[in-house]
């Protein structure tokens, strides 16, 4: 196993006859990266009722700032104390530690513009180290360049996929995509959510990533980053649709997980899986969402747009004359062999699928025919997207489309702007009382399988409700949950992997994990607490929901790497980026 033994440093000095220790407390939680220089800047102390703080110079030795800190606060799913420290009046540029006199000083951090940029750029090129089917040569892999491995060119219909004309064990090519998380896999309902948030990034802050670089292969092209890396897993998609009747597959898979090796060593036979109607319909949501994206480069991607949403159209047609085919990979594997053990996607309901793609046709096309096709506002709750919950993108998509939409889209815009609304001021709910003042982490029930995704979903939502209504508050909440990700929680971590002063050193990721180098690779965001603790693995600090971490190679439950998870988290960093001077 790699080690990591952070240096402490022991030193005592004397400052206005207050004793202050220079020994590091991890208890001090913060982001561990830094602040933007007029926003709000907050840090948490985990322990026995303290007084003041300070805010000291990277040198120690000037005093840049005192304060006093709350009242404390009780954690409601540990039952552990908290006060806050808020330092948020300190706006000079500089590097700081914050130290509570007799306790100690926390992880350094700093305070400049642009200070989430390097972590947005990390997290985008987190995809490019997914990347299958080609090298990653050192000039942008750095040390984590490898061999191409998992070409795709030679991949088996499965006996679940075949057809006609399209038999068991037919040849079929189908390369590029992202690996889906720490496996090699390829799953379609899982890029779907994916490629649509990572699109919805570049539609809401378009001009912000005309500068926005990530050193891959394409960044000298007239193409935005955030879209090439994006087209690298779009064009996969666009080979898991079966030409001759627009059906779907559900996913590129080996029958079993690999080991953990290589890509390049990782050679057994790849297959694709039945197609079905979710799959279908999330294949059919992207098409249409990039189809409108890619109308402003068709110098430079001729007739992709145009593909895309032909492709769209194809497979919503597909979905309507099979809307009962299903993926239940069990029951599958008693019919056909070899059996399916990898990442099951198996969705229980269709119903926001059919809500997203509908939506996503009706906005590119203008085709009314889509709008009316499903009743696109069931009287449900909202809920954040996940990979099995898709109906929110589909109002956030409308919303962002407002001007281009047919009246009749239109008239529902008041409403859908008043639940969103609604939405957010719930999550926002006391979170001045919270024990970490953020919106993530107000209930056990945040802490599920990939939370730190769920944190950054919890800030993308707060985000889409400021777009429209710029009341700061919102814009704070999102600023709080990315504070949550980089190290301002019940673990103390900072999730993404490269960053941070306590850093995620063994995600559960097979480069990372097989490769020969200590530090893992760089732009991961890492699944976080999770008290399910499924993957049985010992050594878990606690079964305290928020506390449920463990950073060993071990834990796919808590600490696995997943592009869903990523996503999100670039659109959190780079948004929040675009709107720094909204503080």
């Given amino acids: 196993m790699k080690l990591f033994n952070p240096l402490t440093l022991t030193i005592t000095f004397f400052l206005t006859n207050i004793s202050l220790t220079f020994c590091q407390n991890a208890n001090i939680r913060l982001n561990q990266i830094g602040f933007y220089p007029n926003a709000q800047k907050i840090a948490v102390w985990v322990g026995e009722k303290q007084e003041s703080f300070y805010v000291l110079s990277a040198s120690k030795k000037?005093?840049?700032?005192?304060?006093?800190?709350?009242?404390?606060?009780?954690?409601?799913?540990?039952?552990?104390?908290?006060?806050?420290?808020?330092?948020?009046?300190?706006?000079?540029?500089?590097?700081?530690?914050?130290?509570?006199?007799?306790?100690?000083?926390?992880?350094?951090?700093?305070?400049?513009?642009?200070?989430?940029?390097?972590?947005?750029?990390?997290?985008?090129?987190?995809?490019?180290?997914?990347?299958?089917?080609?090298?990653?040569?050192?000039?942008?892999?750095?040390?984590?360049?490898?061999?191409?491995?998992?070409?795709?060119?030679?991949?088996?219909?499965?006996?679940?996929?075949?057809?006609?004309?399209?038999?068991?064990?037919?040849?079929?090519?189908?390369?590029?995509?992202?690996?889906?998380?720490?496996?090699?896999?390829?799953?379609?309902?899982?890029s779907g959510i994916t490629v649509a948030t990572l699109l919805s990034l570049y539609e809401d802050y378009p001009n912000f990533f005309k500068t926005f670089e990530a050193n891959i292969p394409e960044s000298k092209n007239k193409i935005p980053d955030l879209l090439d890396e994006t087209l690298w897993n779009l064009r996969w998609m666009l080979t898991m649709q079966d030409p001759n009747d627009g059906g779907v597959y559900h996913k590129l898979t080996n029958p079993s997980f690999d080991g953990m090796v290589m890509p390049d060593v990782a050679i057994k036979p790849r297959y694709v899986i039945q197609k079905n109607t979710i799959a279908t319909l999330d294949f059919a949501a992207v098409m249409a969402q990039a189809s409108r994206i890619l109308r402003s480069y068709k110098k430079e991607l001729p007739s992709l747009a145009d593909s895309c949403l032909n492709a769209s159209i194809k497979a919503w047609s597909w979905a309507k004359a099979n809307p009962t085919s299903v993926y239940r990979q069990n029951e599958m594997n008693k019919l056909f062999d070899p059996d399916i053990v990898t990442g099951g996607y198996e969705d229980r309901n269709d119903s926001d699928e059919w809500i997203w793609a509908a939506t996503e046709l009706y906005i590119t096309t203008k085709d009314e025919t889509y709008y009316k096709a499903v009743n696109l506002f069931p009287p449900t709750s909202l809920l954040l997207p996940s990979w099995n919950q898709v109906q929110m993108l589909a109002y956030y998509s409308l919303l962002r489309s407002e001007n281009d939409l047919t009246e009749l889209g239109k008239k529902d815009l008041p409403n859908l702007k008043n639940r969103l609304q609604v939405f957010g001021d719930e999550l926002l709910k006391g979170v001045e009382n919270q024990a970490f003042n953020s919106v993530m982490g107000k209930s056990a029930k945040d802490y599920m399988w990939g939370s730190s995704s769920h944190a950054a979903n919890q800030g993308i939502a707060l985000l889409q409700v400021y777009r429209y209504n710029s009341d700061k508050k919102y814009l704070n909440g999102a600023l709080g949950n990315l504070d949550y990700i980089l190290g301002r929680n019940a673990t103390g971590y900072c999730f993404l992997t490269g960053f941070g002063s306590k850093q995620v050193m063994f995600p559960h990721h097979r480069p990372s994990e097989a490769d020969g180098i200590m530090e893992p690779v760089p732009g991961l965001l890492s699944g976080g607490p999770n008290p399910g603790q499924q993957d049985k693995c010992e050594g878990y600090p606690s079964k305290i929901a928020d506390e449920s971490f463990l950073d060993v190679t071990c834990s796919y439950s808590t600490n696995e790497i997943a592009i869903n998870w990523n996503a999100p988290m670039v659109y959190l960093a780079a948004a929040i980026e675009a709107l720094q001077q909204k503080f």
């Fill in 62 to 190: 000037d005093t840049v700032f005192r304060g006093k800190f709350s009242e404390q606060r009780v954690n409601a799913i540990s039952q552990k104390t908290t006060q806050i420290a808020d330092f948020s009046n300190l706006n000079k540029f500089g590097k700081y530690f914050l130290a509570i006199p007799k306790i100690g000083v926390s992880y350094s951090f700093e305070i400049k513009s642009a200070i989430h940029r390097e972590a947005a750029i990390a997290a985008l090129k987190g995809f490019y180290y997914q990347r299958a089917s080609t090298e990653l040569p050192e000039k942008y892999a750095g040390k984590w360049h490898r061999k191409a491995g998992h070409p795709d060119d030679k991949v088996l219909i499965h006996a679940s996929a075949a057809t006609e004309k399209r038999p068991e064990g037919t040849l079929i090519s189908s390369p590029k995509g992202w690996y889906d998380a720490g496996d090699y896999n390829k799953y379609i309902v899982n």
